[in-house]
């Protein structure tokens, strides 16, 4: 069983102040993927990383995948009110001969922006 | 319609019940899933289909059956639930690879009394 361990899970800052999201496991993923949920709403993709070592930047948010495929993390610079929310990871399993999968999900960091 | 959507938003039933929840993506995606998400608990897959064909059950009890009658439309037929079988209960689609992003409806809110 894949597992993804996702830290914090709670986490309240004030609005300007910087933070990371850390998702980690000892599984290797084909792919590791962000969403951002509101509360009645189902997750939003926030970003698909896939290639080990891979950095991508959305705004103010930077998401990093290890050299290994193993983990990951969520950076957000100069935090807003507008980023509160569910933050989850979650990971695609590797599939020979490809197809789509479903995923495996940690629990979440839920991210309150005081402002 | 844009997007995946889910009817009903909300659903009470009972233990001795029958009620089915319907899916349907607008994405022209080849592969589709149920999640449920409880309290505490991470989001867990229960279905997937690609291209109508179920791929994978996640050890998911009998009393849900799926049902995937073409490659827009997913649903899933609850019978005798039990009420910690109370949850949201999620439907995503995705393209056809592992790599794919997958894009979510809103939700089916169950409880089971």
């Known amino acids: 069983t894949q597992l993804l361990e996702q830290s914090p899970q709670f986490l309240s800052i004030q609005e300007g102040e910087n933070l990371t999201v850390y998702c980690n496991s000892s599984?290797?993923?084909?792919?590791l993927q962000w969403y951002r949920q509101e509360p009645g709403e189902g997750p939003v993709l926030l970003v698909t990383v896939v290639t080990g070592g891979e950095v991508k930047k959305l705004k103010r948010l930077t998401f990093q995948f290890g050299d290994a495929r193993k983990d990951s993390s969520l950076h957000i610079t100069a935090a807003q009110p507008g980023d509160t929310g569910l933050y989850l990871c979650?990971?695609?399993?590797?599939?020979?001969?490809?197809?789509?999968?479903?995923?495996?999900f940690g629990k979440g960091t839920h991210l309150i922006i005081q402002p | 319609e844009t997007g995946v959507t889910q009817t009903p938003r909300h659903l009470v039933m009972g233990m001795t019940n029958k009620k089915s929840l319907k899916c349907e993506q607008h994405l022209g995606h080849n592969a589709m899933y149920w999640y449920k998400q409880s309290a505490k608990k991470p989001l867990e897959l229960m279905f997937v289909y690609n291209f109508k064909e179920q791929t994978e059950n996640n050890s998911v009890p009998s009393r849900f059956s799926p049902e995937c009658p073409n490659s827009s439309h997913l649903f899933l037929h609850l019978h005798t639930l039990q009420p910690e079988d109370s949850a949201l209960y999620l439907c995503a689609s995705s393209q056809d690879s592992s790599t794919d992003g997958q894009f979510f409806g809103p939700g089916t809110r169950l409880t089971v009394l």
């Open positions: 979650a990971g695609a399993r590797l599939i020979e001969g490809g197809g789509a999968d479903g995923l495996t």
């Open positions: 599984s290797v993923f084909s792919s």
